[in-house]
Every structure is written in C-alpha cells, then in structure tokens.
C-alpha cells in the first residue's frame, strides 16, 4: 500500500480548515442558523472540494507526473478535505446555536 505524501494531505488540510472557518464566519455574520451553516458546509464540501483536487490533478499531469503519483495525490487531497469539512459539520451540530 502507498503511503500518503505530507504535502498531499497538508494541503487540502489548511485549505478546508481556512474556508470551513470563512464560511462559518460568514454565515454567523449574516445571522444564520444552522440548516444552512450545514447545508454551506457540505456543499464547500464536496464542489470546492473537487475543485481543488482536480486543479491538484490537472497541475501535476501538465507537470509531466505520471499518472500513478498523481492520482494518489489527487484522492488523498479530496479524503483530507471531506474529513475536515465534515468535521466542521459535527462541531455545529454539537454546538449551541449561539456558539456555532
């Protein structure tokens, strides 16, 4: 089994982890209540989740990387993301609706 490469996973880790908390920020700004933080949730997590894994795929084929490297590189950013991001779901719907 291949390991997972550190910059793969630190990567889509800081990316989710920078938007998820924009975009709690934001919906608490506009007063929002939580079906929505949800549903904002779990749409940043799955389109800009693709987004960005494909733009990571993309970049690496352009790059010449085989494409046994890239592919790895390219599930690992998306299974990274969709952890964090779902990760932020549970911490909202743990959390008071003042504190979430």
């Keep these: ?6 910059a ?3 990567f889509g880790g ?4 920078v938007t998820s908390t924009a ?6 700004a506009a007063a929002a209540s939580v079906p929505p933080m949800i549903a904002g949730l779990l749409i940043l997590g799955v ?25 790895p590189a390219t599930l690992s950013n998306f299974a990274t993301r969709l952890a964090i991001s779902l990760t932020f779901v549970l911490l ?7 504190y979430a």
Excluded: C, W
Aim: proline share 4%; aromatic share 6%.
């Design 47 to 71: 389109a800009d989740n693709i987004t960005d894994s494909l733009s990571i795929h993309v970049y690496q084929e352009s790059e010449r990387l085989k494409a046994r490297p890239a592919f």
């Design 1 to 6: 089994m291949a390991m997972l490469k550190l």
């Design 8 to 10: 793969n996973v630190s």
């Design 92 to 98: 909202v719907l743990s959390l008071p609706a003042a």
């Design 23 to 28: 975009l709690i920020v934001g919906f608490s």
């Design 14 to 17: 800081t990316s989710a982890i």
